[in-house]
């Protein structure tokens, strides 16, 4: 069924029904169902998209089969990951408050959303899930209305508006891994047999398997790279007591027998923050620092930016009570913090001008003056390459993730 048949027989639909919904608030709800821990049935959400339908005959029925095929369509792309809004839901570069005028792509389709959303009992979620809920929220609901936008955006509003839109993918998936995905990362018992079988014999050739098979997990960046993971953690932390964890904890990356395990944890939260997910990174982060406060694989650079853009500040600021000012991810992150908190002041400049002395590269490369090549094994202090080592652990997506930031990262 092309694209264009299913618009058109949905619009005839919408036509048929009490509440009359324009193909943007469909399209913006039927992804928002996405989005629901639970599943709902068709006789569930269609009365509430559509109010009362009045089908009456076999071309009309025809208009619902459309409508099924843009439900299933939605749903894959929950699934791939492919979360954008439709191109017609974009955002003017000169006045954002032109998109935002009623009846438009943008604010129809984020009401659709925010519709959907409503179907979530809150009282059901955890705090991850609560957090990454209204993240989520927020950005809908500024997109929602000029009255809304003004009140969310406030100074640098045209600028603040771009980033909130460039920041709707991230949230948007942030909320469908953890109200769907964040517990469902488990092993099929035939799975766990056949893992079992390759490896807990401990014969020599299967231990070389065992690393050859951790050596290709920690160079997959792929979602997909998570369920050879969770067989490995799985198998470790059969050995790995409680009364072992409470003898250990502090020394884990000393004892040979638990640097792969902390080795894969680290890769974990790598690959759920990369791919948007950061507050599972978080959680997974901060129990490694307890296992490791030294931090010898420096999981608190990761952390910082998870902590910022999940607007964890007081967290973020205890972390770096500790931290080497002569960071460049504790300078970045220090800047961040006191813009928040002061907005363009004397303290957010003494450390933006600390974060320039440092490097001479960040801020050109952060706005897109300065372009990176293909970063190297290796950097010294106040290279391209270390910002380049800064951006693989998210430091754009901070930086992104606060309002004006980069507005006033690049201001003389």
């Avoid at 990454?132 to 009140?151: D, G, P």
């Avoid at 902390?262 to 997910?277: S, T």
Wanted: hydrophobic share 35%; glycine share 4%.
């Amino acid at each position: 069924m092309s694209p264009t048949k299913i618009r058109n027989d949905v619009v005839k639909l919408s036509a048929l029904s009490t509440k009359k919904p324009d193909y943007y608030f469909i399209q913006g709800y039927l992804m928002g169902l996405g989005v629901l821990p639970q599943l709902l049935n068709p006789s569930e959400w269609q009365p509430d998209l559509f109010g009362d339908l009045n089908v009456q005959n076999a071309t009309e029925l025809k208009y619902l089969e459309s409508l099924m095929a843009l439900y299933n369509q939605c749903m894959e792309k929950v699934i791939q990951n492919e979360l954008k809004m439709p191109a017609k839901c974009s955002l003017s570069k000169q006045d954002y408050r032109d998109s935002l005028k009623p009846n438009m792509p943008l604010p129809s389709y984020c009401k659709g959303v925010l519709q959907a959303l409503k179907h979530i009992n809150k009282r059901m979620l955890d705090a991850e899930q609560k957090q990454a809920l209204n993240n989520l929220n927020s950005v809908l609901k500024a997109f929602s209305s000029e009255k809304a936008a003004a009140k969310e955006f406030g100074e640098f509003a045209q600028y603040n508006a771009q980033e909130y839109k460039r920041n709707y993918v991230y949230f948007m998936a942030d909320a469908i891994f953890e109200l769907r995905f964040s517990n469902d990362l488990t092993l099929s018992d035939e799975d766990e047999a056949e893992f079992n079988n390759l490896f807990l014999d401990e014969e020599p050739n299967e231990l070389d398997e065992l690393d050859e098979l951790l050596e290709l997990v920690l160079a997959d960046t792929e979602l997909k790279a998570l369920e050879p993971m969770q067989m490995l953690l799985e198998l470790m932390e059969g050995h790995i007591t409680k009364q072992f964890i409470k003898d250990n904890a502090g020394h884990f990356w000393g004892l040979q027998e638990t640097r792969p395990y902390m080795m894969l944890r680290a890769h974990r939260a790598k690959i759920h923050a990369l791919h948007g997910y950061t507050q599972k990174a978080q959680s997974e982060l901060e129990e490694l620092l307890k296992l490791n406060p030294n931090d010898n694989q420096g999981n608190r650079f990761l952390l910082m930016n998870c902590l910022i853009i999940n607007k964890e500040w007081d967290k973020l600021d205890s972390l770096l009570v500790n931290s080497d000012s002569e960071e460049l991810h504790a300078t970045a992150s220090r800047a961040l913090s006191a813009f928040v908190k002061h907005g363009d002041s004397k303290p957010a400049n003494d450390y933006k001008k600390i974060l320039q002395q440092q490097s001479k590269h960040f801020a050109k490369i952060l706005t897109g003056q300065e372009k990176l090549k293909e970063q190297p094994p290796y950097y010294s202090p106040g290279s391209k390459e270390e910002v380049g080592v800064y951006l693989d652990s998210l430091g754009k997506q901070a930086w992104i993730s606060v309002p004006a930031s980069l507005f006033w990262l690049r201001k003389k």
